[in-house]
C-alpha cells in the first residue's frame, strides 16, 4: 500500500546519518528544522494553517449547498486525501488512471477522473481496479464521439467488462478539451445513452484557466459557463439521457471557487432527479503564498471573509554564500520549488543557531532561480543575512511544488515535527 512506505536517507530533506523509519514514527524522534535536526532544503507543511484550511473549504462548500471533490493531483499525498475524506468530501479528483490507481490503492472509493479516458491500458486498468474493489465509483470525462468509439472497441474485446461511468464535459473555444456547443453536446449525450459501455451520470465543466482576477469578468465568465452547463443538464434530462439516481454537475478550479460555488447546484431547474453538485478546488489544502493568495483575495473581497485560507506549504533553505553585497545565495532551486507562476517569496529568517525565526525583511525579494540555488537580493541595499542563517519561503504554486518531493514533514508553530505525508507523483 502506498500509505506504508518507510522514510530513509534515499529521500530529499531526511537526515541522512538517521536509519529508516515508519512514517508513522516521526514524531518521536523529536525532530525540530530549527535545531538543524533535518538537511535543508525542506519543504514542510504547518499544522495549523493545514488543519484551518480543511475545515475551512468545508464549511464554505457546506453553507452553499456544494460538495467537494478535491482535485488530488495538488499533492497525491495518500494521508492529505484521507484528511480531505474525513474533513467532509464526497470524494477525490484525479487527472489520470495512474493518479485514480495511487488513490485508490490508499483508499479513496469515490472519484472523477477530471480527463477523457481511451487508451487501452487504462480501461484495463480502471476495469481491474472496478473487479478487485466492488464498492468503486469514478466517473470520467467523455467530450467526443471519436473517445466513445475507443471505449467501445476496447469493450468489444473483453469477456467481461464494468459499465463505465461517465461525465459529458461542456468546453470553452478556444480552451481545453470539451464539447463547444449545445447541440453537439446533446448529441453526445445521446450516443453515451445508446452505448453499451458507459452510464452518462452527469455534465462537467472547468473554468479555471480563464480566471482574471478581475470580478467583473470572471463574474461574466462563470455566468456564462454554467448556463450553458444547465441548458445541457435540462435537455438531457428532458430527454431521460441520464442513468442513475442523481445527476452530478462538477467544476471548479482554486481560483474563482466562490462564483462557481454559488451557481453550481442548479437552482431553479425543474429537473427529475437531484443535482450532486461536486466543487473540485484541490489548492486550498495548502494555499499558497502569491498565485492563489491574489485569485483568493478577490473571493474575500466578494464575500465579506476575513479569515480565509491560510499558506501552509514553505520551503526552508540556508545561506549558502554571501558572494557580495547586496546578493545571497540559498540552497534551493528549481528542484525544489514550483516557478510556474512566479518565484518565491522570504517569508522567515532564523539567523545560524538560532531556534526561532522572524519575519523575513520586506525588501527582500528571490529574483532567480537555478537547478539548486536561489537569488536573494534586497531592494534596499545590503542583503543583512550571514552563512548559516536559515530562510523560509513562501510558494506561488502548490501544485508544481508537491511533484519535486516524495515526502514533507508536518510541523508545530515551533517547527517541530509532528507529522509527515508521502507524495506519489
Not at 508513522?24 to 524522534?29: R, T
Request: proline share 5%.
Amino acid at each position: 500500500m502506498v500509505d506504508d512506505l518507510r522514510l530513509g536517507a534515499w529521500l530529499k530533506g531526511y537526515p541522512g546519518a538517521k536509519p529508516p523509519i515508519d512514517r508513522a514514527a516521526i514524531a518521536s524522534q523529536g525532530w525540530n528544522l530549527l535545531a538543524g535536526d533535518l538537511p535543508l532544503p525542506l519543504a514542510v507543511l504547518k499544522q495549523r494553517a493545514l488543519e484551518h484550511n480543511l475545515q475551512w473549504m468545508q464549511g464554505f462548500a457546506a453553507e452553499r449547498g456544494v460538495q467537494l471533490a478535491p482535485h488530488g493531483k495538488t499533492t497525491m499525498s495518500p494521508q492529505l486525501f484521507a484528511r480531505q475524506i474525513d474533513a467532509g468530501a464526497w470524494g477525490i479528483t484525479f487527472g489520470n488512471v495512474f493518479q485514480l490507481r495511487t488513490g485508490v490503492e490508499a483508499g479513496v472509493r469515490r472519484a472523477i477522473v477530471a480527463n477523457q479516458v481511451h487508451q487501452r491500458a487504462d480501461l484495463d486498468a480502471l476495469a481491474a481496479m472496478h473487479a478487485l474493489h466492488a464498492d468503486l465509483r469514478v466517473a470520467f470525462l467523455v467530450d467526443s464521439p471519436a473517445q466513445l468509439a475507443l471505449i467501445e472497441a476496447w469493450r468489444a474485446t473483453q469477456a467481461r467488462a464494468p459499465l463505465f461511468d461517465v461525465l459529458l464535459e461542456i468546453g470553452i473555444p478556444g480552451g481545453r478539451a470539451g464539447v463547444r456547443d449545445h447541440e453537439a453536446a446533446l448529441q453526445l449525450a445521446r450516443a453515451l445513452k445508446a452505448s453499451a459501455s458507459v452510464r452518462l451520470v452527469g455534465i462537467e465543466c472547468y473554468e479555471g484557466l480563464q480566471a482574471s482576477g478581475d470580478t467583473a469578468r470572471d463574474e461574466a465568465h462563470v455566468d456564462a459557463l454554467l448556463q450553458r452547463v444547465a441548458g445541457v443538464v435540462e435537455a438531457a434530462d428532458r430527454e431521460g439521457l441520464f442513468e442513475a439516481g442523481e445527476v452530478i454537475v462538477s467544476a471548479g478550479g482554486s481560483a474563482v471557487f466562490d462564483l462557481v460555488a454559488a451557481r453550481l447546484p442548479l437552482r431553479g431547474l425543474a429537473l427529475s432527479r437531484p443535482v450532486r453538485p461536486l466543487l473540485r478546488s484541490g489548492c486550498y489544502i495548502t494555499h499558497d503564498h502569491g498565485h492563489y493568495q491574489r485569485y483568493v483575495s478577490a473571493v474575500n473581497q466578494r464575500c465579506g471573509i476575513i479569515h480565509g485560507l491560510q499558506g501552509a506549504l514553505e520551503l526552508w533553505t540556508e545561506v549558502q554564500s554571501v558572494p557580495e553585497p547586496g546578493l545571497a545565495l540559498l540552497t534551493a532551486g528549481r528542484r525544489d520549488a514550483g516557478f510556474d507562476a512566479g518565484l518565491p517569496v522570504p517569508l522567515w529568517h532564523a539567523p545560524h543557531g538560532a531556534r526561532t525565526a522572524e519575519r523575513a525583511d520586506a525588501a527582500w525579494q528571490i529574483t532567480a532561480l537555478n537547478d539548486q540555488h536561489a537569488y536573494l537580493r534586497s531592494s534596499g541595499g545590503a542583503v543583512a543575512v550571514a552563512v548559516g542563517d536559515r530562510i523560509g519561503l513562501g510558494i506561488q504554486h502548490p501544485c508544481t511544488t508537491f511533484d519535486k518531493w516524495h515526502w514533507m514533514p508536518i510541523v508545530d508553530d515551533d517547527y517541530r515535527v509532528v507529522d509527515a505525508v508521502t507524495i506519489h507523483f
